[in-house]
């Protein structure tokens, strides 16, 4: 940790959604200071009077190398799209600066490629598609119950610009439950015959499979973040379902991340990881 003893902290991707409520989250945290902010959009505004907490003395800069050479921090986080993050996270590594990314749809070469560079500079990089701790439970508890009932779809509900369908989560969740199928030696009935997989044009009848769960993504204005994991059984049916109605939902995982991904080394998934 810096002389300060508080965690400095640099913000990518500030002038968005997500940057915006972690830059006041940041701010709120007694232990944590924002020492830098970065995003190709609101160069030169104050971070902090974009994100609505008033003059903090922290411009935005255009990139992430100029705002690590300004001031260094302890901690970067990264809610930036998938190429930008890729970049973020390989400077981090390279740099030695522990990173906590919220990106989805990110190359897992590149993420690997970076997190061996993290490995042997000493340093974390945790990489999560949901900070929100309702969100880890709900998929914990989807692992668990598909031991026992293993015929399982996942529903994702996103707003309408998320660009990425289906989610992270969404994958995550049905990586978590084929490996818990697999463990437990639990088969799910197979798919019917000339099952219809993807309807051409049907916005929302993706149906992507993955380890054999089918993934059914909706996107929709007045969605924030929700997801539902249904199981059937013979004579049952259990519905797990998470839902963040506001953005603020996704921060007490991401100061949980900041103050725990300093323990780490190399590359890891999931704020599971660290809870």
Known sequence: ????????????GAAGRMGKEVIRAVWEAP??????????HG???????L??????????????QS???????????????????????DLCARSSIPCVSGATGLARPALEAAGAQAEANGVGILVAPNFAIGAVLMMRFAAEAARYMPDAEIIELHHENKLDAPSGTALLTADRIAQSRRV??????????????????ARGARGE???GVPIHSV???GFVAHQEVILGGVGQILTIRHDSTDRRSFMPGVLLAIRRVRELKGLVFGLESVM
């Not at 810096?2 to 400095?8: A, R, T």
């Not at 160069?43 to 009077?49: F, I, P, R």
């Not at 437990?184 to 044009?201: H, L, N, S």
């Open 1 to 12: 940790m810096s002389d300060s003893e508080h965690i400095l902290v640099l913000v990518a």
């Open 31 to 40: 232990d944590m200071e924002i020492v830098g902010a970065v995003d190709v």
């Open 43 to 49: 160069v030169g505004e104050d971070a902090g009077k």
């Open 51 to 64: 994100a609505g907490i008033g003059d903090i003395g922290v411009p935005i800069l255009s990139d992430i």
């Open 67 to 89: 705002a690590i050479a300004a001031r260094r921090p302890d901690v970067c986080v990264d809610f930036t799209v998938a190429g930008a993050a890729e970049h973020g996270i």
């Open 184 to 201: 437990a030696g639990a088969a799910p009935r197979p798919a019917p015959a000339g099952e219809i997989e993807k309807v051409p044009g």
């Open 209 to 211: 499979r993955t380890g």
């Open 219 to 221: 996107r929709l204005p």
